[in-house]
């Protein structure tokens, strides 16, 4: 039989401290590993929902022959045409129904 001597109240005491701080750095380790996939859960999310709601306008160059129809019936997506180039003339400040070869328009995405 082997014998093992006993330990002191003071490595006891020590021995338990040793445990407590293991114990706390793997509670800490998890929150923030909790945190850090929260974060990016929501990044995720938020970028998701970006990306199916309004987006990014687009920036189309007019060529000769292209109307607002024309354009419209290109990028409106789901939108009704009228209303689509109607936005169309907002976003831009256009007045009346004239284009011209050349002019830069911003189109919104179509939903």
């Given at each position: 039989?082997?014998?093992?001597?006993?330990?002191?109240?003071?490595?006891?005491?020590?021995?338990?401290?040793?445990?407590?701080?293991?114990?706390?750095?793997?509670?800490?380790?998890?929150?923030?590993?909790?945190?850090?996939?929260?974060?990016?859960?929501?990044?995720?999310?938020?970028?998701?929902?970006?990306?199916?709601?309004?987006?990014?306008?687009?920036?189309?160059?007019?060529?000769?022959?292209?109307?607002?129809?024309?354009?419209?019936?290109?990028?409106?997506?789901?939108?009704?045409?009228?209303?689509?180039?109607?936005?169309?003339?907002?976003?831009?400040?256009?007045?009346?129904?004239h284009i011209h070869p050349?002019?830069?328009?911003?189109?919104?995405?179509?939903?």
């Amino acid at each position: 039989m082997h014998y093992q001597p006993m330990k002191t109240k003071t490595q006891i005491l020590n021995q338990r401290e040793s445990r407590i701080r293991a114990r706390k750095r793997l509670y800490i380790l998890g929150f923030i590993l909790v945190f850090i996939l929260v974060s990016i859960s929501i990044a995720l999310l938020s970028s998701r929902s970006r990306a199916s709601g309004r987006g990014e306008d687009l920036a189309i160059t007019v060529y000769p022959g292209d109307t607002l129809w024309t354009i419209a019936a290109q990028y409106r997506g789901r939108t009704e045409i009228r209303r689509f180039i109607e936005e169309i003339r907002r976003l831009n400040n256009i007045t009346d129904a004239h284009i011209h070869p050349g002019q830069v328009l911003t189109i919104p995405q179509g939903r």
